[in-house]
């Protein structure tokens, strides 16, 4: 987990999460998703009753990160830039 002194503590549920991911979001139950940014509930809401039409999309690249407090990327570990 990665901390400053500015924010030197980590949740409890936090580190629960961490050390449970890999057998919780793995084989069986990986559910690969995209993150895009935040968003009001209201919004949330009404983008989840709308119907949705799956999507396809190649990446470009992709980064590593350790986690912060609330599973935030808080410190970049690893770029990997793939050809097009």
């Known amino acids: 987990m990665?901390?400053?002194?500015?924010?030197?503590?980590?949740?409890?549920g936090?580190?629960?999460?961490?050390?449970?991911?890999v057998p919780d979001h793995s084989g069986k139950n990986f559910l690969p998703h995209v993150t895009i940014?935040?968003?009001?509930?209201?919004?949330?809401?009404?983008?989840?009753?709308?119907?949705?039409?799956p999507f396809t999309f190649s990446p470009i690249g992709?980064?590593?990160y350790q986690l912060g407090d609330f599973g935030t990327a808080r410190k970049s570990?690893?770029?990997?830039?793939f050809k097009v």
């Open 62 to 64: 992709a980064s590593i």
């Open 14 to 21: 936090v580190i629960e999460y961490i050390a449970a991911f």
């Open 77 to 81: 570990l690893k770029t990997l830039e």
């Open 37 to 53: 940014g935040v968003g009001t509930k209201a919004f949330l809401d009404a983008m989840l009753a709308a119907p949705f039409e």
């Open 2 to 12: 990665f901390t400053t002194p500015a924010e030197p503590d980590i949740h409890p």
